[in-house]
């Protein structure tokens, strides 16, 4: 856990800054590229219309507003730590017209207090990955799951399998070095790749019942090139590595990256490159 008295200070920081302006920014783009991944979420959830939904680390609040209409009768809250995504999640429900079901709340689910019991469901988009302390924030939410109620969610496996995230990156570590690094199981989109270290944390958080079911599916980029590599230029790690760089060494990672990824835009369908994901339920116990 951080130094600091409050936790996952740094993903506060983070998803209240750049990297939440990056994703309100993006976020048709990325509704776009996760779509499948969200489907078999939905899939695997098995949302009942009575279901009460919490969604964690709801993002813009796509997820969260597709739970609800499942739960017609019930209701469906999206959280996330970051207050822009929240902002960008109500607004885009108010332009949708609803639905009247579904409210948002910024919250870090490592700590909020959830009604003990309050949820029949908790899913999520790859917005489960970025707890410093991961058994705390299951553990959290199993407090606020009734008992026998589930736990639907997606998370990224390896980053060699994610090519999505592999090719432009290192295209651009080759100018640029590598991020400043954090240990294994650091909060990260791949701090739960590991199919053992989430069966562990989710056990210990009071889940049973765990199950892992392999997703792949191609990750849309862009319209065509010049679209993919300036949101692959402007996204939080690309950021972080080019910070403090010569911008002589910035140029030439960027034109790596460009060469990367020009070999994966293919005509009209624009620029994709291979994603692999565990999908993963549980029950609480």
Wanted: glycine share 12%; proline share 7%.
């Amino acid at each position: 856990m951080n130094a600091d008295s409050a936790p996952n200070v740094d993903m506060a920081t983070m998803w209240n800054g750049p990297g939440g302006d990056h994703w309100v920014t993006h976020a048709a783009r990325h509704d776009r590229a996760l779509a499948p991944y969200g489907r078999a979420i939905l899939a695997a959830a098995r949302i009942a219309p009575g279901d009460r939904v919490l969604d964690v680390g709801c993002g813009t609040g796509t997820m969260t507003r597709a739970a609800a209409r499942l739960a017609r009768e019930g209701s469906a809250l999206g959280v996330d730590i970051g207050q822009p995504l929240v902002e960008e999640a109500r607004a885009e429900t108010m332009a949708e017209g609803g639905p009247a079901n579904v409210t948002f709340e910024r919250a870090d689910a490592q700590v909020h207090p959830f009604p003990a019991g309050g949820f029949d469901l908790v899913l999520s988009r790859f917005g489960i990955m970025f707890f410093d302390d991961p058994v705390a924030a299951f553990t959290n939410l199993r407090r606020g799951t009734a008992d026998g109620g589930r736990l639907a969610f997606a998370c990224w496996q390896t980053l060699l399998l994610n090519d999505w995230m592999l090719v432009p990156m290192s295209a651009m570590v080759e100018h640029l070095g590598l991020p400043d690094v954090v240990g294994p199981g650091a909060p990260g989109p791949f701090s739960l790749d590991d199919p053992d270290r989430v069966r562990s944390v989710v056990a210990d958080g009071g889940f049973g019942d765990i199950e892992l079911a392999e997703e792949a599916h191609p990750m849309w980029l862009g319209t065509d090139l010049d679209d993919a590599v300036g949101y692959m230029e402007a996204h939080p790690i690309a950021r972080v590595m080019s910070e403090g760089k010569p911008p002589e060494l910035v140029a030439k990672a960027l034109v790596s990256l460009r060469a990367a990824l020009e070999p994966h835009h293919v005509g009209a369908d624009g620029v994709s490159l291979g994603g692999k994901a565990w999908i993963v339920t549980a029950r609480a116990a």
